[in-house]
Nanobody, 114 residues
């Protein structure tokens, strides 16, 4: 059974930075296209950033130029570097495969104060 554990969230002022981590256990991590998602209060979960198993990346328009997704296959971990944070980035952040294959983890809360 695959387990996803997200960490690194917190409270930060607008303009600040955070680095999120997601550790995946029990999977062939290196073969999977991975993604970060977020869910703000009262909203649907949305796809934020993706990284393929060949390290190609893509981002939703609202975070382009501010967020960077990366992965370390040796550690079964995917990262999300978030810079120039805005209040609208406040959400619970989750990772999963691009196809949302695995059970969702608890996520990590990111709160950006203006």
């Amino acid at each position: 059974q695959v387990q996803l554990v997200e960490s690194g969230g917190g409270l930060v002022q607008a303009g600040g930075s955070l680095r999120l981590s997601c550790a995946a256990s029990g999977s062939r991590f290196r073969d999977d296209d991975m993604a970060w998602y977020r869910q703000a209060p009262g909203k649907q979960r949305e796809l934020v950033a993706t990284i393929t198993n060949t390290y190609s990346t893509n981002y939703v328009d609202s975070v382009k130029g501010r967020f960077a997704i990366s992965r370390d296959n040796a550690k079964n971990t995917v990262y999300l570097q978030m810079n120039s944070l805005k209040s609208e980035d406040t959400a619970i952040y989750y990772c999963n495969t691009l196809q949302s294959t695995w059970p969702w983890g608890q996520g990590t809360q990111v709160t950006v104060s203006s």
